[in-house]
T-cell receptor, first 116, second 115 residues
Framework: AQTVTQSQPEMSVQEAETVTLSCTYD???????LFWYKQPPSRQMILVIR??????QNATENRFSVNFQKAAKSFSLKISDSQLGDAAMYFC?????????????FGKGTHLIIQP | NAGVMQNPRHLVRRRGQEARLRCSPM?????VYWYRQLPEEGLKFMVY????????ESGMPKERFSAEFPKEGPSILRIQQVVRGDSAAYFC?????????????FGPGTRLTVL
């Protein structure tokens, strides 16, 4: 079974600084998808960024970028120039599109605190 | 361009009652996924439906829980004879085609409290 591990229950960063959130996963598959979702206090789940495992290039969305290390099964999220609005729970998620299981597998989340 | 809609946002039930949670997918989306989030946990997949079909219910508890996505109207997650352990946030997500490349877009969730 696939598992997703986020080893940092909580992270704190100064406004305008850069922070990296860690995520590792366990899979025997070679073709899969990885995601970072943000859950602010409103509890809405918002897609931040996605990465296809077959792509070597790391995904980037404005201030958000990933460091995807396929061999190490690592998928970290870097947030540059942190803003107060970035404060939220961040969930790493995995999806293997096959084997009869179509849902996302989520980690337990990292609570990101932005210090003004 | 409305996103995924869920209602109610908050639902309170007493033990033994039934809970019905509704999800309207994004316009043009015909694939719906239900997830449950227990306190301090990540989301756990429950069930994946297309119109009138359950595709994958591998995460659904075997008893008391059922889901449907009729030809017309929203998807419904139904919990019969609720117990305190059912208290959680229930999220619905939708995707366009259900293909392996599709991104799932989430609704705001329904927070169920069982007294």
């Amino acid at each position: 079974a696939q598992t997703v591990t986020q080893s940092q229950p909580e992270m704190s960063v100064q406004e305008a600084e850069t922070v990296t959130l860690s995520c590792t996963y366990d899979t025997s598959e070679s073709d899969y998808y990885l995601f970072w979702y943000k859950q602010p206090p409103s509890r809405q789940m918002i897609l931040v960024i996605r990465q296809e495992a077959y792509k070597q290039q790391n995904a980037t969305e404005n201030r958000f970028s990933v460091n995807f290390q396929k061999a190490a099964k690592s998928f970290s999220l870097k947030i540059s120039d942190s803003q107060l609005g970035d404060a939220a729970m961040y969930f790493c998620a995995y999806r293997f599109p096959g084997g009869g299981a179509d849902g996302l597998t989520f980690g337990k989340g990292t609570h990101l605190i932005i210090q003004p | 361009n409305a996103g995924v809609m869920q209602n109610p946002r908050h639902l309170v039930r007493r033990r033994g009652q039934e809970a019905r949670l509704r999800c309207s997918p994004m316009k043009g989306h015909s694939h719906v996924y239900w997830y449950r989030q227990l306190p301090e946990e990540g989301l756990k997949f429950m069930v994946y439906l297309q119109k009138e079909n359950i595709i994958d219910e591998s995460g659904m508890p075997k008893e008391r829980f059922s889901a449907e996505f009729p030809k017309e109207g929203p998807s419904i997650l139904r919990i019969q004879q609720v117990v305190r352990g059912d208290s959680a946030a229930y999220f619905c997500a939708s995707s366009f085609l259900g293909l392996r490349t599709d991104t799932q877009y989430f609704g705001p969730g329904t927070r169920l409290t069982v007294l």
